[in-house]
């Protein structure tokens, strides 16, 4: 049996993932870190870790301790929140991926898992039907990173066999992890104002189309890639993940239905300008051939769980 590694359980996608994992490899075998205390269900379900993704020495003790197999390296600084300091968030997103290369080629660790992002892309990328191979020029320290991850899992694959796989995520929804600081995240931030306050007050324009996943179907995804054969896999850097893609007005009526009183206002921040320079959708054709993708969820079907789900929260 594996035993995995999920470094940044606390984050939106770490939080589901490592329970996910569990039900799949068992409680004892995924060993949860993250720089902070996690959630009960994490930390009292299975092993866990304090573990700060700078401290190299200490990430390989704990990954010989529990003899990992396969690690999960989910720890970063999201858009919004590196702009507002770029190197500190440099330095996370991307020595901390250096360091976890160098580590899973010299301890010969199975297999690694990075996620890459959307905001790899640019101001002169295609921005429907983004393809896999085009022109990628980034320009926030988000994407920069991301970009540059890219290169070095190519890199770590090519020249020294490392097995590395990553998703190209795009804007990411979860009713269980609250918005991060990301430029999708009103996407998450829309659905708690409408249980609490019956209102949100959106920091995109209301016309502003991303490409956005369920967090059901992005894990899904992940989980696909790295149970995939190595040998079907033909992208050595990251793949397209295009989930679906609707606008801030989207969203708003696809709340009305449930919620007819729900209003929304618009109050664009410097989160705008990064939206601009994103994919309004993507061709995610390679990964549907390569590891047999697919998607459960569109916006509706979405909105109804969000809505359910968050409500009960706060019944609580």
């Known amino acids: 049996m594996d035993k995995i590694l999920v470094l940044g359980c606390a984050g939106q996608i770490g939080s589901e993932l490592t329970l996910e994992l569990r039900k799949i490899y068992g409680d004892s075998n995924v060993c949860a870190s993250d720089i902070r205390q996690a959630d009960k269900d994490i930390t009292e379900s299975g092993p866990f870790e304090i573990l700060n993704v700078l401290e190299a020495n200490k990430v390989a003790e704990v990954v010989k301790k529990h003899g990992i197999t396969q690690i999960y390296h989910l720890a970063a600084i999201l858009s919004g929140n590196a702009e507002k300091k770029p190197l500190p968030s440099w330095d996370i997103n991307m020595k901390g991926l250096l360091d976890i290369l160098e580590m899973v080629k010299e301890l010969k660790v199975k297999r690694l898992f990075w996620p890459s992002s959307i905001a790899v892309f640019g101001p002169s990328t295609p921005i429907k039907n983004t393809p896999q191979q085009c ?53 998450v931030e829309v659905y708690y104002d409408a249980i609490q306050k019956g209102s ?86 390679i990964a549907r051939n390569d590891w047999n993708l697919s998607f459960e969820y569109d916006l509706d079907a979405m909105t109804k769980v969000m809505l359910a789900e968050i409500k009960k929260k706060f019944e609580k």
């Open 135 to 187: 022109v990628m020029d980034p320009n926030t320290v988000y994407g920069i990173s991301k970009l540059a991850g890219e290169r070095w899992i190519a890199y770590y694959r090519k020249r020294y066999g490392v097995d590395t796989r990553s998703i190209r995520y795009p804007g990411l929804i979860s009713y269980k992890t609250e918005a991060g600081g990301g430029t999708t995240d009103y996407a």
């Open 200 to 285: 949100y007050i959106c920091f995109l324009e209301k016309d502003t189309y991303l490409p956005m996943m369920f967090m059901p179907d992005a894990i899904k995804a992940t989980i696909q890639l790295m149970h995939a054969d190595a040998d079907k896999l033909t992208v050595e850097d990251s793949y397209n993940v295009g989930g679906m893609s609707f606008c801030p007005d989207d969203v708003f009526k696809s709340i009305q239905k449930e919620m007819p009183n729900f209003t929304m206002d618009y109050e664009p921040d410097f989160r705008q300008a990064i939206a601009n320079s994103w994919p309004q959708s993507i061709d995610d054709s």
